[in-house]
């Protein structure tokens, strides 16, 4: 668990689908991370907020949740990390063992899946 800073790439492509190669049935928690961490729009919502604050807000993400019975996901938080707080950009879930990602929906207080998802 922890914070990652985004890295900005020059290059953004425009890929929805992130595929994942695992030789175990589960994915752990860096997996988890590094597919959220890795969406073409978390990409670039990082590099506009840091564009946009001149480099004073960052961008990280942080695991919020692993697997259980009852909740097989990890919840991951794209956040923009402030000097004195914390603001949820997006909140997402990686099912575990699929690794497909879902993305929580405020208007329709509900997960949905990437190709429905319309980001700001």
């Known amino acids: 668990m922890g914070i990652k800073y985004s890295q900005i790439s020059t290059e953004l492509d425009n890929n929805t689908d992130i595929k994942v190669s695992q030789t175990s049935s589960r994915i752990d928690e860096k997996a988890a991370f590094n597919l959220v961490w890795k969406l073409p729009q978390v990409k670039r919502k990082a590099k506009e907020i840091e564009r946009l604050s ?3 807000i960052r961008v990280a993400a ?4 692993s697997p259980t019975p ?4 990890y919840t991951i938080r794209v956040v923009e990390n402030h000097v004195d707080h914390v603001d949820t ?12 990602i879902q993305v929580y929906d405020i208007l329709k207080d509900e997960y949905i899946s990437l190709q429905d998802w319309k980001p700001n």
């Open 70 to 73: 009852e909740t097989p996901y």
């Open 62 to 65: 942080i695991v919020d949740s």
């Open 89 to 100: 950009i997006y909140l997402f879930r990686v099912l575990n063992p699929t690794g497909v």
């Open 54 to 56: 001149k480099g004073t």
